[in-house]
């Protein structure tokens, strides 16, 4: 197909804020809470293993020996479902199905200190994997709300804002945890916080949130046009089957899954190792090591929200067809990130200000990769978006759980500097070579298989003739 630039329709609403702008607040609220109940434990766990807490009352388990095996027991739940949750997202819309999780994970975070003490450290694992499934749900139903409500030259700074609540409830949750965990209120005070901030979350998106514009009794006639005009999801209320044949056998597909690996192997080996570095290398004490493993993650967040109105008006203005857009970003999040981790590798212990200002380098320029490989997910199905969300999540996470068992792999004294060498430079590689391959093969075009329902050939012409007017990339 030949490479066209988006054609904008002019019903552009006279309000410069409108009802899809509050369901993004609500979506970015979620992440944040989301990603801050994931977190938490990883924070909270060396009070609970400490010998002396500060509050004697509150009890510690320093017996516990399977602390890595108790933080990776999150992805034990989050990997296999995800599929699963993007076919039910798409099916029937993910709103309940985010809401029912999110409840379920809040109970579930406010039991976690009561199941350490009745069964020790299994009582924990077992509450993490249930939080892995009902978190597996989270990123499927959030593409799919964002594929629906949102204009295709706006998806880049809608994505970024969104899942920006990602990196800032990381970075809120390391300081704020370790506050907690670390005065007289004691550790499970954190877990009630987040158990408690979730439920008040599921309450706003029960009563607000809404699956789609077609759907939604609050949004206006003249916004949901424009929204509709603007998208490429079918508006009939039709459900497309998903065509897995033409998915498992797309180049583009495989490209955004590659790219998705880089992007899983390089977050999930910094997000576990680096407050291990920072501690028997740099030799940070505790309370210096959270902050700086928090300052990457500000840094992110604040990154997405000036990248993402760039690429949408590059995206607006037909400045460059939306697939060298999405190259450019994702070439940006992978390059960016493997040439910091390469100096990284090389450096002293005494070289702080450097060695800090480019772990924030890696983990920020990072988040590039919300326009690029992220978000073309959605360019290339919006109407199977949560599914290929899931494919794609779901596989990369797999990396997520190799990442820091490489690191063990590759060797077990972490005051080796030769060690961390070979962590960086093996990351590096990684960002690199799955960066290049997307840069090749992806696309942003929008797939024949869309919204094509083999039995009906006229829905192929009318996909056709609503693709041309939005965009062939």
């Given at each position: 197909m030949s490479d066209i630039k988006i054609n904008i329709e002019d019903t552009k609403p006279q309000k410069m804020l409108g009802f899809r702008h509050f369901q993004f607040v609500l979506f970015f609220i979620f992440q944040l809470v989301f990603f801050g109940m994931r977190t938490s434990l990883s924070v909270a766990i060396i009070s609970m293993t400490e010998k002396s807490p500060p509050n004697r009352s509150i009890p510690t388990y320093p017996q516990w020996d399977n602390t890595d095996t108790i933080l990776s027991s999150f992805f034990w739940g989050y990997i296999i479902p995800q599929v699963v949750a993007g076919?039910?997202?798409?099916?029937?819309?993910?709103?309940?199905?985010?809401?029912?999780?999110?409840?379920?994970?809040?109970?579930?975070?406010?039991?976690?200190?009561?199941?350490?003490?009745?069964?020790?450290?299994?009582?924990?694992?077992?509450?993490?994997?249930?939080?892995?499934?009902?978190?597996?749900?989270?990123?499927?139903?959030?593409?799919?709300?964002?594929?629906?409500?949102?204009?295709?030259?706006?998806?880049?700074?809608?994505?970024?804002?969104?899942?920006?609540?990602?990196?800032?409830?990381?970075?809120?949750?390391?300081?704020?945890?370790?506050?907690?965990?670390?005065?007289?209120?004691?550790?499970?005070?954190?877990?009630?916080?987040?158990?408690?901030?979730?439920?008040?979350?599921?309450?706003?998106f029960i009563f607000w949130a809404e699956n789609s514009p077609s759907s939604s009794t609050r949004i206006s006639k003249e916004e949901q046009k424009y929204i509709e005009a603007n998208t490429d999801i079918s508006n009939s209320g039709k459900k497309y089957p998903t065509p897995w044949k033409s998915i498992l056998t797309s180049v583009p597909m495989y490209a955004m899954l590659i790219a998705g690996v880089s992007q899983c192997w390089g977050c999930f080996t910094l997000l576990t190792e680096i407050p291990t570095y920072l501690a028997n290398i740099m030799n940070f004490d505790i309370n210096s090591n959270s902050q700086l493993s928090a300052l990457p993650y500000f840094a992110q967040f604040f990154v997405g929200l000036f990248i993402s109105p760039l690429a949408d008006l590059i995206a607006a203005k037909n400045l460059v067809s939306i697939s060298t857009s999405r190259k450019i970003f994702?070439?940006?999040?992978?390059?960016?990130?493997?040439?910091?981790?390469?100096?990284?590798?090389?450096?002293?212990?005494?070289?702080?200000?450097?060695?800090?200002?480019?772990?924030?380098?890696?983990?920020?320029?990072a988040q590039f990769a919300q326009s690029g490989y992220w978000i073309n997910l959605i360019d290339v199905a919006p109407n199977h978006s949560a599914t290929l969300l899931g494919m794609v999540n779901g596989t990369n996470n797999i990396f997520s759980l190799l990442a820091p068992l490489t690191v063990g792999f590759l060797g077990?004294?972490?005051?080796?500097?030769?060690?961390?060498?070979?962590?960086?430079?093996?990351?590096?590689?990684?960002?690199?070579?799955?960066?290049?391959?997307?840069?090749?093969?992806?696309?942003?075009?929008?797939?024949?298989?869309?919204?094509?329902?083999?039995?009906?050939?006229?829905?192929?012409?009318?996909?056709?003739?609503?693709?041309?007017?939005?965009?062939?990339?």
């Open positions: 076919q039910l997202s798409e099916r029937y819309g993910p709103k309940w199905f985010l809401v029912v999780t999110m409840i379920i994970g809040s109970i579930i975070n406010i039991a976690i200190p009561t199941m350490a003490q009745i069964m020790g450290s299994t009582g924990v694992i077992i509450c993490r994997v249930l939080q892995g499934i009902c978190q597996a749900f989270m990123y499927p139903g959030t593409h799919n709300l964002i594929s629906q409500w949102t204009p295709v030259f706006e998806r880049s700074l809608v994505a970024n804002f969104v899942y920006g609540g990602a990196s800032l409830g990381i970075a809120v949750c390391m300081p704020v945890t370790g506050a907690i965990s670390g005065s007289e209120m004691g550790w499970p005070v954190a877990f009630y916080v987040y158990g408690g901030l979730g439920i008040a979350t599921a309450v706003l994702n070439s940006l999040a992978s390059y960016l990130p493997a040439a910091a981790l390469i100096y990284l590798a090389f450096l002293e212990n005494f070289e702080t200000n450097l060695v800090v200002t480019l772990l924030v380098i890696t983990v920020s320029t077990n004294d972490k005051k080796d500097p030769i060690l961390w060498r070979k962590v960086f430079l093996l990351a590096a590689g990684i960002y690199a070579v799955c960066g290049t391959f997307y840069v090749i093969f992806t696309s942003a075009e929008v797939q024949p298989w869309n919204n094509i329902d083999e039995d009906e050939e006229s829905d192929q012409e009318s996909v056709t003739k609503k693709t041309e007017t939005l965009a062939k990339y």
